[in-house]
């Protein structure tokens, strides 16, 4: 086909191909949500373990998170559902300044527990994190007693115990500031349901970040001012490496990036999944770092704590439709990547549910 030009000749007319939208597939943000996470961990615990002032560290990552958030609402989209939001002094002061409190509270502990106790007996502990949740939600009415759940959560303290039986290096200071921080991170969830996803304020990552980071921030250094600030010295700092602290900060506020991306590209099916297949390897890269000790007893209860907390988070349907879907993408040879597979396997549960 051809056109006139302006001086009347023809010139050929070339086709327009229609624009093709490049999208990142879902096994790669799970990878990417993966990778930031565990780095942030294993990151922070050589921080502490080289400094040794892990709330002047939480106020640090704090700090950076409420520059860059700010930062980021100005200059990109990625913040534009804050919008949404009709935050109110009075909205504040009742709900985002209590919530963010509790995650101040949370994750202080959170960070100072890994003076006392190795990566992989936390991540251990962390599994118990459910149960902490279902006994707030009872307690607050948001959910009712059942029952079946109650015996569900009982085999996972049952096998966080056992793990906890068969720590060679156990301390109890340690043991209850990791609770502390389980307490503190299951009010502000409950809090975070009852306060704002019943106004139908839902949150992503990110918004809650924007919102919440100063008050912690705030929290943090107020504390920090009387527990470590009187004994630190800029030679601490010098010592960890400026350069290090930075970009401690900016793997740490990347995680809830790579999060926001995460969220929306998948089910909650893969994001249970992941989330027990990411403290796995979290796990077995403390062993190899650092060389902890895992006895059979705690591989034992961690095991019996990570099946309870699967049927827990999925329930007996979701399982048996996620087997029958695994037999059919194994025996259609789709085994070349575990990951992917995984979308596969997520689709299929779909089809088998539908």
Same mark, same amino acid.
């Given at each position: 086909?051809?056109?006139?030009?302006?001086?009347?000749?023809?010139?050929?007319?070339?086709?327009?191909?229609?624009?093709?939208?490049?999208?990142?597939?879902?096994?790669?943000?799970?990878?990417?949500?993966?990778?930031?996470?565990?780095?942030?961990?294993?990151?922070?615990?050589?921080?502490?373990?080289?400094?040794?002032?892990?709330?002047?560290?939480?106020?640090?990552?704090?700090?950076?998170?409420?520059?860059?958030?700010?930062?980021?609402?100005?200059?990109?989209?990625?913040?534009?559902?804050?919008?949404?939001?009709?935050?109110?002094?009075?909205?504040?002061?009742?709900?985002?300044?209590?919530?963010?409190?509790?995650?101040?509270?949370?994750?202080?502990? @959170?960070?100072? +527990?890994?003076?006392?106790?190795?990566?992989? *007996? #936390?991540?251990? $502990?962390?599994?118990?994190?459910? &149960? =902490? %949740?279902?006994?707030?939600?009872? @307690?607050?009415? +948001?959910?009712?007693?059942?029952?079946?759940? *109650? #015996?569900?959560? $009982?085999?996972?303290?049952?096998? &966080? =115990? %056992?793990?906890?039986?068969?720590?060679?290096?156990?301390?109890?200071?340690?043991?209850?500031?990791?609770?502390?921080?389980?307490?503190?991170?299951?009010?502000? &969830?409950?809090?975070?349901?009852?306060?704002?996803?019943?106004?139908?304020?839902?949150?992503?990552?990110?918004?809650?970040?924007?919102?919440?980071?100063?008050?912690?921030? &705030?929290?943090?250094?107020?504390?920090?001012?009387?527990?470590?600030?009187?004994?630190?010295?800029?030679?601490?700092?010098?010592?960890?490496?400026?350069?290090?602290?930075?970009?401690?900060?900016?793997?740490?506020?990347?995680?809830?990036?790579?999060?926001?991306?995460?969220?929306?590209?998948?089910?909650?099916?893969?994001?249970?999944?992941?989330?027990?297949?990411?403290?796995?390897?979290?796990?077995?890269?403390?062993?190899?770092?650092?060389?902890?000790?895992?006895?059979?007893?705690?591989?034992?209860?961690?095991?019996?704590?990570?099946?309870?907390?699967?049927?827990?988070?999925?329930?007996?349907?979701?399982?048996?439709?996620?087997?029958?879907?695994?037999?059919?993408?194994?025996?259609?040879?789709?085994?070349?990547?575990?990951?992917?597979?995984?979308?596969?396997?997520?689709?299929?549960?779909?089809?088998?549910?539908?």
């Amino acid at each position: 086909m051809t056109v006139s030009n302006a001086n009347g000749g023809l010139l050929p007319m070339m086709e327009v191909l229609p624009s093709v939208k490049f999208q990142i597939p879902v096994w790669a943000h799970i990878i990417n949500w993966m990778f930031f996470s565990n780095v942030t961990i294993i990151f922070n615990k050589w921080l502490i373990d080289t400094a040794g002032f892990t709330i002047l560290l939480t106020c640090w990552h704090l700090i950076y998170a409420t520059i860059a958030t700010q930062i980021l609402a100005r200059t990109t989209t990625l913040l534009d559902s804050r919008r949404n939001f009709p935050i109110s002094g009075r909205l504040y002061l009742r709900t985002i300044l209590p919530i963010g409190l509790l995650y101040s509270g949370s994750l202080i502990c @959170s960070n100072v +527990v890994y003076l006392y106790l190795s990566v992989s *007996f #936390i991540q251990m $502990l962390k599994a118990a994190s459910p &149960v =902490a %949740v279902l006994f707030a939600s009872w @307690s607050w009415g +948001v959910a009712e007693p059942n029952l079946s759940k *109650f #015996i569900n959560v $009982l085999v996972i303290v049952f096998g &966080v =115990a %056992v793990s906890s039986f068969g720590e060679i290096q156990f301390s109890w200071v340690g043991f209850f500031f990791q609770i502390g921080g389980t307490c503190f991170e299951a009010v502000r &969830v409950v809090m975070i349901q009852v306060m704002l996803s019943g106004e139908g304020l839902n949150m992503d990552p990110l918004v809650s970040l924007y919102y919440y980071a100063p008050v912690c921030a &705030v929290m943090n250094f107020l504390i920090a001012l009387v527990s470590e600030i009187p004994k630190f010295q800029w030679e601490h700092a010098v010592h960890a490496g400026f350069g290090m602290l930075f970009l401690n900060a900016s793997i740490a506020f990347i995680l809830n990036v790579a999060s926001v991306f995460l969220i929306g590209k998948t089910s909650g099916l893969v994001m249970t999944l992941t989330g027990i297949f990411k403290s796995i390897l979290l796990v077995v890269a403390s062993v190899l770092i650092w060389s902890t000790q895992i006895t059979f007893l705690q591989t034992v209860g961690y095991t019996i704590a990570l099946a309870g907390l699967t049927y827990y988070s999925l329930g007996y349907d979701q399982l048996v439709s996620l087997g029958t879907a695994t037999l059919a993408w194994t025996r259609g040879g789709g085994c070349w990547l575990v990951l992917h597979g995984m979308e596969g396997m997520v689709m299929e549960v779909k089809e088998v549910n539908d």
